[in-house]
C-alpha cells in the first residue's frame, strides 16, 4: 500500500518531468525533423550547392537531390555549372524546416525549366550530410523525405521549404 505522501511525490514528480520535458520537445513533427531535436535558436544562412538528381543512379539521373555541399567561397555561382547545379541560400526556420531559396537570375534556364516546374519532385530520401547541420547548429539528423515540394516565387526568389 502506498502512503499519501508517497502518491502525492509521484504526481509532482510527474508533473515536473512533464514541465521539464515540454521544454525539450517540438510542439509538432515535421517531415524530416527528428521529433527529439530541436530547431537552432537563430537562423544561420549557408550557401549551398545542390545537385539535382536521383542519389540511386550512377550517373544522378532523374529527379531529386544528389548531394548538396557548403559553399565556403564567393557567393556567386562559377560559369559552367551543370544543367543538375545550382546555388542557393539556405536556414532551418522556426519550425525546423530546411528552406532554400533559389536566385531565378543565377538559375540556367534549363535547369529552371527541368528541376523548378511548379513542383520540386524528390525521389528518393536524401539526409542532409552533418557538416552543413553542424554549420547551421541543428542538433540531430534531417532527412528530406521523397515527395513533391511547393515552390514560391517571390521576386527574383525560388524558395523551397523541405
Same mark, same amino acid.
Given at each position: 500500500?502506498?502512503?499519501?505522501? /508517497? ?14 520535458? %515540454?521544454?525539450?520537445?517540438? %510542439? ?24 539535382? %538528381? ?7 539521373? /532523374?529527379?531529386?537531390?544528389? =548531394?548538396?555541399?557548403?559553399?565556403? /567561397? ?12 545550382? =546555388?542557393?541560400?539556405? =536556414? ?54 521523397? %515527395?513533391? =515540394? ?13
Amino acid at each position: 500500500m502506498i502512503s499519501k505522501g /508517497g502518491i502525492m511525490k509521484k504526481i509532482i514528480s510527474l508533473i515536473m518531468m512533464t514541465i521539464i520535458l %515540454g521544454g525539450v520537445l517540438p %510542439g509538432k513533427k515535421a517531415s524530416g525533423l527528428d521529433p527529439f531535436m530541436s530547431a537552432p535558436k537563430f537562423k544561420i544562412k549557408m550557401t549551398l550547392e545542390f545537385k539535382f %538528381g536521383n542519389p540511386r543512379h550512377p550517373d544522378c539521373s /532523374g529527379f531529386g537531390i544528389c =548531394y548538396i555541399h557548403i559553399i565556403l /567561397g564567393p557567393q556567386n555561382p562559377p560559369e559552367g555549372l551543370d544543367i543538375r547545379q545550382a =546555388y542557393a541560400e539556405a =536556414y532551418f526556420d522556426d519550425d525546423g524546416h530546411l528552406i532554400a531559396e533559389f536566385s531565378k537570375s543565377k538559375l540556367r534556364n534549363d535547369t529552371r525549366n527541368t528541376y523548378f516546374k511548379d513542383i520540386f519532385l524528390v525521389e528518393e530520401n536524401y539526409e542532409i550530410p552533418q557538416d552543413i547541420l553542424h554549420t547551421a547548429q541543428f542538433q540531430g539528423s534531417y532527412t528530406i523525405k521523397a %515527395g513533391r =515540394y511547393n515552390i514560391t516565387e517571390d521576386g527574383d526568389i525560388l524558395r523551397i521549404r523541405f
